[in-house]
């Protein structure tokens, strides 16, 4: 009996130290796969990057060879106001497989400068009851201010504590993606669309009808005026002109503010927003470049940029 529990005892131990060392043999192959998928995401991240960063410059050669065919043309005439589209139908881009965003700046309302009422109107006129919109502009106004009083429809740190957020920046938004963040912000479509930190006057060639609603003493009507003569293909070339094609009581409303309209309004975007996202791998490594450019004669001159991942 002493033999078999020795030898039982034996076998015993042997077979632990089999599940130790096959334990450990796992252990080290999960280990190896992951520093290879490690690597294997940072060689497509790089992969990805270098992509972009050529995305980029074909879309930038897009630009250059658009303004320099239009030298002689007078501003507002379409070369810089049309550079989104130079973009899109630029033979440089077709077939590359990039996917490129070219923005207007101004497009979306400024949200570290423009008026909390303006910013009201805008918000309404996106279809957001007024209620809600009192809140979502006291609650951008919390996150940007330096105290942390909220404001009667806002929230300041304690409501981010209380509700596990990451607490208000207590500055300027520095990235789109950061208005997400505020309180009630990620539940409202299309906002990227109203609010950017991008600054510029807002184009109207290019921005949507909420922003539009935006303006000083801009009326639906006038709103409407505009957004149709875009969709006929018109281009609006000088705002002391444009009064004149509204109806009289319009017209009076526009008038009555018109030094606050020509100085948050224009006729084409002070700059624009280029955007270029590549994948690579699967799942996908997306590396992110974008830059803001405005017109230095036959080009477009880089005067901020930033790259990310996602």
Same mark, same amino acid.
């Given at each position: 009996?002493?033999? $078999? ?8 131990? /042997? ?5 130790? =060392?096959? %334990? ?83 497009? %979306?309302?400024?949200?570290?400068? *423009? ?12 279809? @957001? ?36 957020? #990451? ?15 505020? $309180? ?16 510029? #006057? ?50 009076? @409303?526009?008038?009555? #503010?018109? *030094? ?6 224009? *006729? ?5 927003? /280029?955007?270029? $996202? ?10 992110? =470049? ?13 005067? $901020? ?6």
């Amino acid at each position: 009996m002493t033999a $078999r529990r020795r030898g039982g005892f034996a076998l015993i131990s /042997v077979l632990w130290i089999l599940v130790g =060392v096959s %334990a450990l043999a796992m252990a080290g192959s999960l280990a190896g796969r992951e520093a290879v998928a490690s690597a294997r995401n940072r060689a497509d991240l790089a992969d990805a990057a270098w992509r972009a960063e050529g995305c980029l410059e074909r879309a930038r050669a897009a630009l250059s060879q658009a303004l320099k065919a239009a030298r002689n043309q007078a501003p507002g005439l379409g070369a810089w106001n049309g550079m989104d589209r130079a973009v899109r139908e630029s033979p440089l881009l077709a077939g590359s497989g990039c996917t490129v965003e070219t923005i207007a700046a101004g497009a %979306a309302l400024d949200v570290n400068a *423009t008026p909390d009422d303006a910013i009201h109107r805008a918000l309404a006129a996106h279809g @957001v009851p007024a209620a809600r919109a009192d809140s979502l502009v006291d609650a951008l106004a919390d996150w940007r201010d330096a105290d942390s009083v909220p404001r009667p429809r806002g929230a300041e740190h304690g409501w981010y504590r209380a509700h596990a957020r #990451r607490a208000p920046r207590d500055g300027p938004l520095v990235d789109a993606r950061e208005l997400a963040l505020v $309180r009630g912000f990620d539940a409202v479509p299309g906002i990227e669309a109203l609010l950017s930190p991008e600054s510029g #006057r807002v184009p109207l060639g290019h921005a949507p009808a909420a922003v539009l609603a935006s303006l000083p003493g801009f009326t639906p009507e006038a709103v409407a005026r505009v957004v149709d003569l875009r969709s006929r293909g018109e281009t609006i070339t000088d705002l002391s002109a444009f009064p004149g094609q509204l109806s009289p009581g319009a017209r009076e @409303v526009l008038l009555r #503010r018109f *030094t606050e309209f020509v100085g948050a309004a224009g *006729t084409e975007p002070e700059a624009w927003i /280029v955007r270029a $996202r590549t994948g690579v791998g699967t799942p996908p490594a997306v590396s992110v =470049v974008e830059v803001r450019l405005v017109r230095a004669g036959e080009r477009a001159a880089v005067v $901020r940029r930033k790259t990310w991942t996602e």
